[in-house]
């Protein structure tokens, strides 16, 4: 099972190697982000919340039969606070204005 996941901050591929699954289901008792989530029905882990992924690679570390494998894909090199003024910018030039409630 292949899964990619294009964020704004991150591209990340998981590989997850679903016939070796042994079903210790140590990624997902070790992940602190609830990426993973076990399937019942077929007995394997997989990422059901891709987007929550920090690569902090505990879950690929701690597989006991190394079935997990994770490949971030590219990263955005922006600081995403300055992509965000470079969005509000655009937008204010086309015309339209936003304004932000506190």
């Excluded at 991150?10 to 997850?16: A, G, N, T």
């Excluded at 059901?48 to 690569?55: A, F, H, N, S």
Aim: proline share 4%; glycine share 4%; aromatic share 8%.
């Amino acid at each position: 099972m292949i899964v990619t996941n294009q964020g704004q901050q991150q591209s990340v591929k998981f590989v997850v190697d679903t016939e070796r699954c042994c079903g210790c289901r140590r990624c997902i008792r070790r992940c602190m982000e609830n990426v993973w989530q076990w399937d019942e029905e077929n007995h394997y882990a997989y990422p059901k919340y891709p987007d929550e992924c920090v690569l902090c690679l505990q879950c690929e570390m701690d597989c006991l039969n190394n079935v997990i494998d994770i490949y971030p894909v590219s990263t955005l090199q922006v600081d995403p606070l300055e992509y965000s003024a470079g969005l509000n910018r655009r937008e204010e030039a086309k015309g339209g204005s936003k304004t932000w409630q506190v």
